[in-house]
């Protein structure tokens, strides 16, 4: 066959023009480019937010449950530690409490009275709360030698130490393993049980009272966490975590921050591109204060962030769901805990101990706090710690947020449609003059 130019070497034949790899190059980053913006657009973008304590982290282990990878037991050995950690650091603010409400000469009494009825426990509940004070809180004598090898009836225990859980939980599960028999007296006697209705005061986490009726089985040398237990377990989260679950062909992003209020200038790092925010409010916390701040209330405090969160410009295209999360303890705090009793909440006009009264009215507090009125679809009261419940909350949360989110990109493929139309008609009339 002819050719219609000159012979080329070898080398120039080999090498294209600068031009023509540049232009390669372009269309590949291109390519790239597209893609990636065609994958971010088919992911749905979820924050929780929230102030500390409200249940932020629950919601997320309950997605884990749901939609993710089963625990291994390299998870249930740090929920194990986490646990027993926790029941340790429930003891600690209860015996203090107990001192500061002066009930050290009732459990006195009481102990008096267990001996005159027959009651022949190797402890009194007032022996109990003397070891726990000395080596829990005062800590006045050495800590008991505990490990993992060192459990009643010789065995090995099988949650152990987990690195994963932190030196500080690992010494307090080590602690519950040396005294969990005196806390298990002290928590069934009459007198914490009164310190235990007043525990606004120092900030116990309320469902930890299923751990403090179950010392006999946490404790066991075979005890491995229940499902149950790893919602309840408190782990503080201090650092940004993000989960990924792919359900329904829908890639789904979750990202949870801590709720704390030294922890905050990190969520600002997670608002570009967010699809919808879950906003969890703990409704049970009417009646307590700030960890950070005794002075400001909880309730208080996560109105004043939901009105910031919510007419927060990064999140004007955003769906916004409300979570009233803690309804199980919120209905039985109601019973001896009066809503309008509260300073700030003086204003409730409701009946007492009206759970659905209740909820109302903090409701539309929330709503309150709106410039855009937000649909009674958008809020669900919730318990974050119950599985079934947290299934249809999540499912309708998510099906609300895809049919949110889709309207969204309709309207605005409509805008730019519309912006196009006008430049094209703009154009043609130029050319026509």
Request: aromatic share 6%; charged share 30%; net charge neutral.
């Amino acid at each position: 066959m002819g050719c219609c130019c000159g012979a080329s070497s070898p080398d120039e034949v080999a090498t294209p023009s600068p031009s023509v790899g540049a232009s390669v190059e372009s269309r590949t980053i291109d390519n790239q480019l597209k893609r990636m913006r065609h994958e971010e657009e088919g992911k749905i973008k979820m924050l929780l937010l929230g102030a500390g304590e409200s249940g932020k982290s629950t919601i997320l282990k309950q997605m884990r449950l749901l939609y993710g990878t089963e625990l291994s037991d390299d998870d249930l050995r740090m929920y194990g530690v986490v646990v027993r950690s926790n029941i340790v650091v429930a003891t600690r603010k209860l015996c203090g409490h107990l001192r500061n409400l002066g009930l050290e000469e009732e459990l006195d009494r009481e102990s008096r009275k267990d001996l005159e009825d027959g009651d022949h426990r190797a402890m009194t509940c007032r022996q109990a709360y003397d070891e726990l004070m000395a080596y829990l809180v005062e800590f006045t004598v050495p800590p008991k030698e505990m490990g993992a090898s060192n459990v009643e009836g010789g065995g090995t225990d099988w949650v152990g130490q987990s690195p994963r859980a932190g030196m500080s939980a690992n010494n307090d599960a080590k602690h519950f393993l040396a005294h969990h028999e005196s806390i298990r007296i002290l928590c069934q006697s009459k007198t914490m049980k009164q310190v235990w209705a007043k525990r606004a005061a120092v900030n116990v986490v309320d469902s930890h009272k299923e751990f403090l009726n179950d010392i006999p089985r946490i404790a066991s040398p075979d005890y491995k966490p229940t499902t149950q237990d790893v919602l309840i377990a408190r782990v503080r989260t201090t650092q940004v975590v993000k989960e990924r679950y792919r359900i329904d062909g829908i890639d789904f992003e979750m990202y949870d921050v801590g709720g704390q209020r030294s922890q905050r200038r990190k969520w600002i790092d997670c608002f570009d591109q967010v699809t919808a925010v879950i906003f969890v409010v703990a409704l049970s916390e009417y009646d307590q204060t700030l960890a950070e701040d005794k002075r400001i209330n909880r309730m208080v405090e996560a109105l004043t962030l939901f009105r910031h969160v919510s007419n927060h410009r990064a999140f004007e295209n955003s769906s916004i769901v409300l979570l009233m999360n803690k309804m199980d303890i919120f209905r039985e705090k109601i019973m001896y805990s009066d809503i309008a009793a509260q300073r700030e909440f003086s204003d409730y006009a409701g009946p007492t101990k009206d759970f659905n009264h209740g909820v109302a009215y903090f409701v539309q507090k929330f709503k309150n706090c709106l410039v855009d009125e937000l649909d009674d679809s958008f809020i669900h009261v919730t318990c974050a710690t119950d599985t079934n419940n947290m299934e249809v909350v999540l499912d309708s949360a998510r099906a609300i947020i895809m049919t949110d989110n889709l309207k969204r990109r309709r309207d605005s493929l409509k805008y730019t449609n519309r912006g196009t139309l006008k430049k094209s008609q703009r154009d043609l009339a130029a050319q026509a003059s």
